[in-house]
């Protein structure tokens, strides 16, 4: 089987993350990727192929196009704003609130975002583009012929919903892959997720769709 992967992954190598009332190393790193890749190698998996260019409408085929557009400048617009360190969300425009996006990076990272852990850093949108090419190329060579990929991606992204980001994910690759997959012919498409946490950003893009199947097999920490 072969593997899709990129080094470039390194792009987001963020150093802040907010858990348990702290700022700590974040839990979602390279190493992640790295670990992954040599096992791959290791049990002699398959080939590892590098990732082809898909440019952006397959992304939009999944995700709001003003999203995008604040991911690809919310760091620099961080910077402009004056302020120093990973771009982390600290105001959220609240229910019963106008809901509307701010003008302002701080407001709109707590617009776009589903939940507070998660730092923007300077090549984050870029990591994040990359991944959903690797999501891609592997489904490019489901429709050739091959009987099953892997994508190797990171960062990851079942919690990107249609216009939010938040645990450590941007762009859903999945359903990024999963719409290119239908585009390109396939009648139906069926999504498993085997994370410990539920895939809801996964949902949120499918839940109205009869095309493609998402279930979500996830922990129930009330439980554990």
């Known amino acids: 089987m072969k593997t899709v ?55 939009r085929a999944v995700h709001d196009p003003t999203y995008l557009a604040f991911l690809e400048t919310a760091f620099e617009e961080w910077q402009e704003a004056g302020f120093a ?57 489901l429709t050739q012929g091959e009987p099953a990929a892997f994508a190797l991606c990171r960062p990851p992204g079942h919690h990107a919903a249609f216009d939010l980001f938040g645990g450590y994910c941007f762009l859903n690759n999945a359903a990024i892959a999963a719409q290119a997959l239908r585009l390109a012919g396939a009648g139906k498409v069926a999504m498993l997720d085997v994370d410990f946490h539920h895939g809801n950003g996964t949902q949120d893009i499918f839940a109205a769709r009869g095309d493609i199947l998402f279930a979500s097999l996830h922990g129930r920490p009330e439980e554990a």
């Open 85 to 141: 360190g990973e771009a982390l969300p600290c105001s959220w425009p609240a229910r019963r609130m106008t809901m509307r996006c701010p003008e302002h990076i701080d407001g709109k990272l707590g617009y776009f975002a589903c939940s507070g852990e998660t730092s923007i850093t300077e090549g984050t949108y870029a990591a994040a583009r990359i991944a959903a090419d690797v999501a891609l190329t592997a489904a490019d060579l």
């Open 5 to 59: 992967y990129s080094d470039q992954h390194t792009l987001r190598d963020a150093k802040t993350e907010i858990f348990g009332g702290e700022l700590v190393a974040p839990f979602e790193c390279p190493e992640r990727a790295f670990m992954i890749k040599a096992r791959v190698e290791e049990t002699g998996l398959g080939p590892i192929v590098p990732p082809t260019e898909h440019g952006l409408d397959p992304v």
